[in-house]
């Protein structure tokens, strides 16, 4: 079982459809992630938030836009996608930023049509 | 130079077998080291954390040298179980980076 949960588990949509990922952790971390780990690659960060603020944003595009109401959720929303954004995404949280463990979520596996 | 390296692989062990994985990191303020393994298609679950005086879980034991930024995993008695990729995870210190820095991973293909 995990601290970290994520929803949908898969979603397909097409390159005109706007759609919402959504990861609720319980371990009363501070800090919130999205990854993006595409066919055999290594992760790519794409966000990070601490405290519900958002701290880092690694050059993604806008088709991408993250949200973190409190520091229990973070949605990831999609909108115009393209098919080369098809990956794992995944959430992960920790107690804080910088340094501190992180514990994933079991990711989100979208394909773009 | 990468900040995290690693061999990809894959080492093709047998049962049994004792393996052990490298990784090089270049930040030398970094501070935390941990290994994390990542099950095909699955999320990467934290292994082990990484001390100074390096440290054992069961089969498992982890190493730190400091002077030669690099930090090591031993697997003794492989196990068919333990196939995956173990990805090498430091912080980044003085960089303005506020997560972990995950290297590209080494694959291990335990064989019967």
């Known amino acids: 079982e995990t601290g970290v949960t994520q929803t949908p588990r898969h979603l397909v949509m097409g390159m005109t459809n706007k759609k919402s990922l959504k990861c609720e952790q319980h371990?009363?971390?501070?800090?919130m992630y999205w990854y993006k780990q595409s066919a055999k690659k290594p992760l790519e960060l794409m966000f990070v938030y601490s405290l519900e603020e958002r701290v880092e944003n690694n050059s993604v595009p806008s088709r991408f836009s993250p949200e973190c109401p409190n520091s229990s959720h973070l949605f990831l929303h999609l909108h115009t996608l393209q098919p080369e954004d098809s990956a794992l995404y995944l959430c992960?949280?920790?107690?804080?930023?910088?340094?501190?463990?992180?514990?994933f979520g079991q990711g989100t596996r979208l394909t773009v049509v | 130079r990468k900040e995290v390296e690693q061999d990809p692989g894959p080492f093709n062990v047998p049962e049994g077998a004792t393996v052990a994985f490298n990784c090089t990191y270049s930040?030398?303020?970094?501070?935390?080291f941990f290994w994390y393994r990542q099950d095909c298609r699955k999320e990467p679950k934290l292994l082990m954390s990484v001390y100074s005086s390096g440290n054992e879980d069961g089969r498992f034991t982890a190493q730190l040298n400091r002077a030669s930024q690099y930090i090591s995993l031993l697997i003794r008695d492989s196990k068919l179980s333990d196939s995956a990729t173990y990805l090498c995870v430091v912080n980044a210190p003085d960089t303005g980076r506020r997560a972990l820095t995950f290297g590209s991973g080494t694959r291990l293909q335990v064989q019967p």
């Open positions: 371990l009363g971390h501070n800090a």
């Open positions: 930040n030398s303020a970094s501070q935390s």
């Open positions: 992960a949280s920790s107690q804080r930023t910088g340094g501190t463990e992180a514990f």
